[in-house]
């Protein structure tokens, strides 16, 4: 693991300096995008975390009733001397019961994460194509995640003794150039104003009869 993230590490440094190199005499510009704070402020992520809630919640209340009939086998089992005949059908019917309950229950949670795995991973196809377009749009040549330059550039100046400086000098992630343009407010923006305009119901048809 450590091998193949040394590799892909190596592979984006070689993109950086040949393969997106700006013209001759052209700095290049780096910008930078937050995922985090986009995933976290993007209204699509808060919608689809309160439909998880709701769809958790809905999953829970229809376990309940058969949850509870396993219990009811169980009391009806012990109504019977443990070993007995009647005892062992209701224990065999009980322990086939709570083997649905596990197996559907299983499922439909597999169902549940299935579908919010599609959405989230819509979601960063989405920051993808927004980062690159407001990239294009400010002539930035390579945007990486704020991640990734964690730490971004340190001061030296501010250095406490020698030991201090050469962790300082170590820990650069960045040397050129200094500045690294945040690109994340815009893209967030232009994020949610997609969103919020995708969510507006259709105007309705004129000479349409009104809903009721």
Excluded: C
Aim: net charge negative.
């Amino acid at each position: 693991m450590g091998q193949r993230r040394m590799l892909w590490m190596v592979a984006v440094a070689a993109v950086a300096a040949l393969g997106i190199a700006a013209p001759a005499g052209a700095e290049m510009k780096i910008g930078s995008v937050d995922i985090v704070e986009v995933m976290n402020n993007y209204e699509r992520t808060k919608d689809a975390n309160a439909d998880l809630q709701v769809e958790e919640a809905n999953l829970k209340a229809a376990a309940e009733p058969k949850v509870r009939e396993v219990s009811e086998f169980r009391l009806r089992r012990d109504g019977f001397n443990k070993g007995s005949e009647e005892w062992r059908r209701l224990d065999d019917e009980a322990i086939q019961k709570e083997m649905e309950v596990r197996t559907w229950l299983a499922v439909e949670q597999a169902k549940i994460e299935r579908r919010h795995q599609e959405i989230l991973l819509d979601m960063y196809r989405e920051i993808e194509k927004v980062a690159g377009r407001v990239a294009q749009a400010k002539g930035v040549d390579l945007v990486f995640t704020k991640a990734f330059l964690s730490p971004p550039q340190i001061d030296l100046e501010d250095s406490q003794g020698l030991e201090d400086l050469k962790n300082r000098i170590v820990s650069q992630r960045l040397l050129y150039p200094a500045v690294v343009a945040d690109l994340t407010p815009e893209v967030l923006k232009i994020l949610n104003e997609g969103y919020q305009a995708a969510k507006k119901p259709a105007p309705a048809a004129e000479g349409a009869p009104p809903k009721e």
